[in-house]
């Protein structure tokens, strides 16, 4: 059974970092690529971030582009999203996940498994 397990949300003010993990269990993480979606209150989940099986490329949200960097270490089978300058519009519960193959995905339908979310808050 494939988990993913994120961790490192919190309460932080605008401006700070934060740098949220990841962890996947049941799959083979070196063959999935790997996205970060967000959700705020009242809002549709939206698109952060996304990395390539091998790490090699990356893409991101507009919004994030030049503050977010998403990394992962296949060897520890985790993806992580370091978060820096954040803004109280980056609140939101973070999701990771998981789509089998390929270079890099945009769309949440095309992702395979979820995990359950960490919470961000940025106050002002």
């Known amino acids: 059974q494939v988990h993913l397990v994120e961790s490192g949300g919190g309460l932080v003010q605008a401006g700070s970092s934060l740098r949220l993990s990841c962890a996947a269990s049941?799959?083979?993480?070196?063959?999935?690529?790997m996205g970060w979606f967000r959700q705020a209150p009242g809002k549709e989940r939206e698109f952060v971030g996304t990395i390539s099986w091998s790490g090699d490329f990356t893409y991101y949200a507009d919004s994030v582009k030049g503050r977010f960097t998403i990394s992962r270490d296949n060897a520890k089978n985790t993806v992580y999203l370091q978060m820096n300058s954040l803004k109280p519009e980056d609140t939101a519960v973070y999701y990771c996940?998981?789509?089998?193959?390929?270079?890099?995905?945009?769309?949440?339908?095309?992702?395979?498994?979820w995990g359950q979310g960490t919470q961000v808050t940025v106050s002002s």
């Open positions: 049941g799959l083979t993480f070196s063959t999935y690529a």
């Open positions: 996940a998981a789509r089998r193959g390929g270079s890099y995905y945009i769309r949440a339908p095309l992702y395979d498994y």
